[in-house]
């Protein structure tokens, strides 16, 4: 019970993350609100997983050095560069809907990497979930799926999807504490990403009181809290249990972009309901093993 209340606040605060991150984007660009948000979390998270880990860092990093990097370029870096620059390009909800894919993402390469069952139901809810994104890329006009310009953005929120499939799968083989490997992850994400902070001159004149309130919603919310609850959550349930409740950013975004006065488009709409449904069968636990196919032939 406690790790479904987890996941539910999670998804609520990265649902905020994309209305929030639209604006904020315009002042500070993807890649400083990317080292903002992960800096000053990172401090917050070190004092607080001594408190509950009682984590040897040196230890830790020395022999997991490599999942650790690997989760905090991908989790970290991949996906929060990833969805910065895809909402330059789209809307808050068109990046939500595209993402809801991902459980389903998670289901799939689970099965590549973890050699998880997937059953007739799993391959049916997929192939579903893409064709409803497939519909809101398109803008309901799915017979030009060949044709049409797809709009940047909800191409880099597929991107985003695998990139957070794979650090989800990482954060479930990690024999490490949940607070302490998202706080290494980030810890050689920063590491990454500050060489880089030379080629970026900060915007400093650019940052308005309403921006730096949305860094403070981003680093708090979306950043410690939703990664401590989804790290906790994932090593309890496993990836593919938890990927289902992705589908809440979808619903707590439109909720959010209602009541802001947002409007929400027919196709959005519509392809969003077949993502949640297609996403309900792909993440479905086989009920028998008569059911389930490998579909590696």
């Known amino acids: 019970m406690k790790e479904k209340l987890l996941l539910v606040l999670a998804n609520l605060f990265w649902a905020g993350n994309y209305i929030i991150g639209k604006s904020v984007i315009a002042e500070t660009g993807p890649f400083w609100l990317t080292l903002i948000r992960w800096c000053t979390a990172f401090i917050v998270l070190v004092p607080v ?25 991908l989790g970290v870096i991949g996906y929060n560069l990833l969805l910065y620059g895809a909402l330059a390009y789209t809307s808050p909800m068109n990046a939500a809907i595209v993402n809801s894919l991902n459980p ?3 289901v799939v390469l689970s099965y590549v990497l973890l050699r998880e069952r997937l059953s007739k139901t799993n391959i049916v809810g997929f192939l579903l979930s893409l064709a409803g994104v497939l519909f809101i890329l398109t803008d309901g006009h799915v017979a030009h799926v060949f044709q049409s310009d797809y709009n940047r953005g909800d191409l880099m929120m597929l991107a985003a999807g695998v990139v ?14 949940p607070i302490t490997a998202t706080t290494c992850s980030v810890f050689f994400s920063l590491l990454l990403l500050w060489p880089f902070a030379f080629f970026y001159p900060f915007p400093a004149d650019h940052v308005s009181a309403a921006g730096l309130a949305g860094v403070a919603y981003i680093f ?6 939703s990664f401590l609850f989804w790290n906790i959550s994932v090593q309890k349930v496993g990836p593919s249990h938890a990927g289902v409740y992705l589908n809440l950013i979808a619903v707590f975004t439109a909720i959010i972009t209602f009541l802001f006065g947002g409007a929400l488009s027919i196709p959005q709409l519509a392809g969003g309901a077949v993502v949640l449904f297609g996403v309900y069968l792909a993440t479905k636990m086989p009920k028998a093993k008569a059911e389930q196919v490998d579909i590696a032939g």
């Not at 957070?164 to 990482?170: D, E, F, R, V």
């Open 104 to 106: 389903a993402i998670i």
């Open 164 to 177: 957070w499939a794979l650090y989800s799968i990482i954060g479930k083989k990690l024999p490490v504490p």
């Open 49 to 73: 997983s001594y408190w509950l880990e009682r984590p040897r860092y040196r230890d830790v990093m020395k022999q997991y050095w490599l999942p650790l990097a690997a989760a905090g370029a």
């Open 220 to 225: 708090m919310f979306p950043s410690v809290l």
